[in-house]
Each structure stands twice: as structure tokens, then as C-alpha cells.
């Protein structure tokens, strides 16, 4: 099953095998702004234009009760704690409210902190809860009991939009409008690291390895080793697979390489997009990471080595959007305005382009056994393509929006999510 929401005020679940809609759409009074399956996949929250929340049963397709109010804004970010018991919510309204999801009450009173609206939160696998905001910070939030504490974190110089933490939880990301990424220790709430668009020095006017002092809950945290390397906007950030590493892709046309234990760069950055990287991946072994750009190509790099492996992957007639490997490492899908699939082993194009979508494709996923792909488009479409036949399975999902944005299935393979 696929789940989408939209700004036409509607939920929407397909069956991913005959991709015909299952049910009626479920509306809503507003904006569809955030959607998050429970780790079970059985419960689907919504967050919306309206200032509520509201809980859906997947199986019924029927809302669980009534929505859940407080907020007095729109409702940008929902997202459900690892086992399921809590969720959080981040508003226009500058606050985060944690929910018990059984009782479906307020969990202790809203979190204030922010002084703007709160554009992403996140739980991490021990529950500890982030939070990115339009007023610059990050702030982390112990949801141990309702009497929750936070750390709040500052360096950012705009609109933090995102927040996510490393797979064993002990780092924090978060990308933000001023072009930069940093990394935040989860343990001591500071920052270890960060990736800046700059003219040579982190704040334009230190010396490069300076440190930076600031305050948090009125004591010094030291920003250690500020990481200077890209000199435009950081379009794209990922984990390696054991979190060892972090690779970024810029505006500037260069990937690069950081160790996260060391919060340094690995060696200068990758060079050879003649254009912007738009998208970065690492292979399930880790051993490889594959890069897109608008030039069109795709360049695969040897981790440890730091070099490309063979020469650039060519045939998409315009900018190359995203990259992804399969499951098993064994493939490679592109898109632009259409999709390519790489045989990892021979570095060599499989067959002809999965062609369908009627604009640009803006992300990929595949099913977690590896037989199904599943594709995004700015045509406001998803398709579902059979990796062995290279055969679109059914029509393409017509979506209720404008464009679809992002599109991931879910950990047993039986749902698929999509954002437009």
C-alpha cells in the first residue's frame, strides 16, 4: 500500500500492486503538510494547514478519533518515537507537543523554546527528541517524563530545515538556508563539526580551525573543529551505512568526504561534476558512493581511495536528479526526466531507460527486496517498475497535487509513502 498527501487537503492509499486507490480519499480541512507511518505501519498521523494532527487506522482507511488540537499553527513536521508510544509534532506556533499516541492526549505541557515557527523534528532511536527551527537553533528535548529539558544549540545563521541523527543515534545533522550543514554530539549537545559555505574561514572573519564559544543554558560550549569546504549550498547529506562517515553534495560541483568520529574531512573534495551535485549514495557495503549532477552523468568513487571508479556513467539527456542502490548493492538507478538502471559488476547500462514520467523525476526508492522501484516525478505522478522486466507495473498513481516530491517504502515492503 502507498500512502500521499497533499496540499488539495487529502490523504490518499493505493494498492502498490494493481495501483488502483483503495478507498476514499481521506480529507482533511486544510493542507496536507507531514505525513509518518508508526513503526509498525499500522497507524498513519497527518499534520496539517489547520493547527491539528490527526491519527488514521491503516487497515479501515478511518480516522482513530478526533484530531488532535493545541497548536495554534500549522503543523509542519509529525513523527512517531521508536516504539511507537509517543509522537511529536513542530508547529508554526514555535512550539513541539508530544502526544500518547494510545490515549491520543497532549503528553505534559507544549515545549517552548523556539522564538519561530518549527519546521522538523525527530526522534532518535533512544527516544531523545530534535527540533529545527526558522529562528536558527536546534534544540534537543529528553521525553524521559512530561517534565521535559532541552539544550538549546546555536550557529546556524538562518531557517534550520531539517534535523536527523545518525543511525546509532550518537550524532545529530542539520541542513539549514545558510548553506550549511553541522554536526551536533548527541551526548554532550554540542557541536562537533560543521560544513559551511565560506570564503576560508567559518565565520568569514576567524582564522580557519578557530573555535567559537556559545551559550547554552548559560554555560560555554566549545564548537570543535569548524569545517570549512564548500563554497555554495549543500544540496544533499548521507550516512554511510555504519555511520562512520558522512558524504555531502554542493552547488560548488564537489562531493566530500568527512569522518564523523573525527569531525574532519577526509582528504580534498571530489572533483569532476562539472555542474551541481544534486544527490549523493552509498552503496549497502559502504564501499562506494555515487554521485548526480545536472551534467547529466553520474560518477561513482572509491570510499577508501577517494578516486573515481571507471569513468563517468553517461546517457540521461538532461540534469541527473537522484541515485540510489538497490538492496543488495548489485544495482545502480538514476533518474532525470527518466530512469536508468547500472549493473554495478560491469559499470555498464541495463537494457533501455525506464521511460514514462512527462517531467523531471525527484526521487527513487526501491522495495526492500530489491524487485520493485518506485519513482517521484514533477508530473505529479508515481510509477512502480518491475526490476527484472523493466516493465511499469500498472498505471502510474495520479497524485492530488502539483508535483510529488519524495517517495519511500515502507521497512516490510508492504506501503509506500509519498510527499508532494
Known sequence: MLVSGSHDSTIKLWDVVSHSPQGDPLYH?????????????????????????YLWNVRSQSPKREPLTGHTGPVHSVTFSPDGSLMAS??????????????????????????????????????????????????????KTPQHKDHIQTGHKDSVNSVTFSPDGTLLASASDDC???????????????????????????????????????????????LVSHNGPVNSVTFSPDGTLLASGSDDHTIQLWDVASQSAMGQPLTGHKEVVAAVAFSPNGALLASASYDE????????????????????????SCVVFSPDGSLLASASDDIRLWDMNSLAAIGLPLDGHQWRINSLAFSPDGTLLASASADNTISIW????????????QGSGDSVHSVTFSPDGTLLASGG
Open 29 to 53: 480541512d486544510d493542507w496536507v503538510n507531514s505525513v509518518a507511518f508508526s513503526p509498525d505501519g499500522a497507524m498513519l498521523a497527518s499534520g496539517c494547514h489547520d493547527n491539528n494532527i
Open 90 to 143: 513542530g508547529s508554526d506556533d514555535c512550539t513541539i507537543q508530544v502526544w500518547d499516541v494510545e490515549t491520543e492526549l497532549a503528553w505534559g505541557k507544549p515545549f517552548h523554546g523556539h522564538s519561530d515557527m518549527v519546521n522538523s523534528v525527530a526522534f532518535s532511536p533512544e527516544g531523545l527528541l530534535a527540533s529545527g527551527s526558522g529562528d536558527h537553533t536546534i534544540r534537543f528535548w529528553s521525553t
Open 180 to 226: 550549511s550543514v553541522w554536526l551536533w554530539d548527541v551526548k554532550s549537545h554540542v557541536a562537533t563539526g560543521k560544513l559551511l559555505n565560506s570564503d576560508g574561514s567559518p565565520d568569514q572573519n576567524e582564522p580557519y580551525g578557530s573555535s567559537d564559544s556559545v551559550s547554552q543554558d548559560g554555560s560555554d560550549s566549545v564548537i570543535y573543529n569548524n
Open 297 to 320: 552523468t553520474i560518477w561513482l568513487w572509491d570510499v577508501k581511495a577517494q578516486c573515481p571508479v571507471g569513468t563517468p556513467l553517461t546517457g540521461h539527456g538532461n540534469a541527473v
Open 386 to 397: 518491475d526490476v527484472a522486466t523493466h516493465l511499469q507495473v500498472g498505471e502510474p498513481l
